[in-house]
């Protein structure tokens, strides 16, 4: 179970489908709000949750993953003047 620290909950592991990865052991992580992945508190929290989820044997190693890791982003949702239906 994941603890209370600030950004312990900012990531989750992509368990659904629609999002090809580029190598078949990757790992997908998202989040709900626009970040900033270079904040240092966003860095932290994604090793965080890779150490929890044993993606990552510790949270060093976390960072190391992330280092090496492409980073694809994007944003989902509505713009300013659109309705959801």
């Given at each position: ?11 989750e592991e ?22 900033d992945l ?10 965080s ?8 044997i510790?949270l ?5 993953l ?17 309705q959801?239906?």
């Amino acid at each position: 179970m994941k603890s209370d620290r600030p950004g312990d909950f900012l990531w989750e592991e992509w368990q659904g489908s629609g999002y090809d990865c580029l190598v078949d052991s990757s790992v997908i992580y998202y989040t709900f709000d626009h970040i900033d992945l270079e904040n240092d508190l966003v860095r932290r929290a994604l090793a965080s949750a890779l150490q929890k989820d044993g993606v990552a044997i510790s949270l060093g190693d976390g960072f190391s993953l992330i280092e090496k890791a492409l980073p694809n982003h994007g944003w989902a949702g509505l713009l300013k003047d659109e309705q959801s239906m």
